[in-house]
């Protein structure tokens, strides 16, 4: 097993994986599977100033995480969003864990002190969504403080999205 940088030659298979949880479930507020094109270019945009790594095994890529803009003003230069996806078939072996340690550790090292994950959070579970990202999160660390209410609506059912936050470094 390797963890190494994501390309934009991996928007594939990086694809393939991403599309399962738009068509078939709410982990995602995204209606539509994008293109391979807007997939290429989001794997080069954010590889511009954020790791974006994947998650090897026997040649296979079984998942992803990234970073991406907290939001987007210098003041928060110190902070970012992060999200991980891995394959349907691939839960329950560790690799989440290992993605976001990893991640977390190049994070760190570029300075970022505040991770935030916004996830899709069930007002109440349903075959498209259940707990299991809020859990997982908070195994790792990370604390909710936010909530949003019913704000994402997808297959004909209104969804809530969190925030969850971990702080991996000292505030200067």
């Known amino acids: 097993m390797i963890i190494r940088s994501a390309t934009p030659d991996d928007a594939g298979r990086l694809l393939e994986i991403y599309s399962y949880y738009v068509e078939n479930t709410a982990v995602t507020f995204e209606i539509d599977v994008p293109s391979f094109e807007e997939f290429h270019k989001r794997i080069s945009v954010t590889l511009e100033r954020y790791p974006y790594i994947v998650l090897e095994n026997k040649g296979r890529i079984e998942g992803y995480a990234y970073a991406g803009v907290f939001y987007d003003r210098a003041a928060y230069d110190h902070s970012c969003e992060v999200t991980i996806y891995l394959d349907r ?7 989440g864990r290992i993605l976001y340690d990893e991640l977390e550790k190049e994070l760190k090292e570029r300075g970022i002190i505040n991770l935030y994950a916004c996830i899709a959070d069930p007002v109440t579970e349903d075959e498209y969504l259940t707990s299991n990202s809020e859990q997982f999160h908070g195994h790792l660390g990370y604390v909710k403080n936010g909530e949003f209410h019913k704000c994402g609506y997808k297959f004909g ?3 809530n ?10 505030h200067y």
């Open 161 to 170: 999205m969190i925030y969850m936050e971990k702080i991996i470094g000292e």
């Open 157 to 159: 059912r209104w969804y």
């Open 89 to 95: 078939n691939s839960h329950g072996k560790g690799y």
